[in-house]
């Protein structure tokens, strides 16, 4: 399985992005798929998940009511929609897949976003 990230870039405070995810195939081993975020200097940090089978969501306080994991299993794609984008929110945006919501061995190449105040 294969992950291809998408959808980053540059945006001003306030602003919206929709980032995609496309995996080449959905297994029962990578039922999770799960946003990630890495800003600069700091460590890669739970943004949100979403199972293909139930489409059951998980989100990080600092990103709840602002973002929406949905999936589109027709298209093995998973999408995070992000609205009032803060300048925190910048970094580079990764796309995992794994059979659970603690386990992820499959990653994108991720996509960055960039948010100016």
């Known amino acids: 399985v294969q992950l291809q990230a998408s959808g980053g870039g540059l945006v001003q405070a306030g602003g919206s992005l929709r980032l995609s995810c496309a995996a080449s195939r959905r297994t029962f081993s990578s039922d999770v798929m799960g946003w990630f975020r890495q800003a600069p200097g700091k460590e890669r940090e739970f943004v949100a998940t979403i199972t293909w089978s139930g489409g059951s969501q998980n989100y990080a306080d600092s990103v709840k009511g602002r973002f929406t994991i949905s999936r589109d299993n027709g298209k093995n794609t998973v999408y995070l929609q992000m609205n009032n984008l803060k300048p925190e929110d910048t970094g580079v945006y990764y796309c995992?897949?794994?059979?659970?919501?603690?386990?992820?061995?499959?990653w994108g190449q991720g996509t960055l976003v960039t948010v100016s105040s």
């Open positions: 995992a897949a794994g059979p659970t919501s603690k386990v992820f061995n499959l």
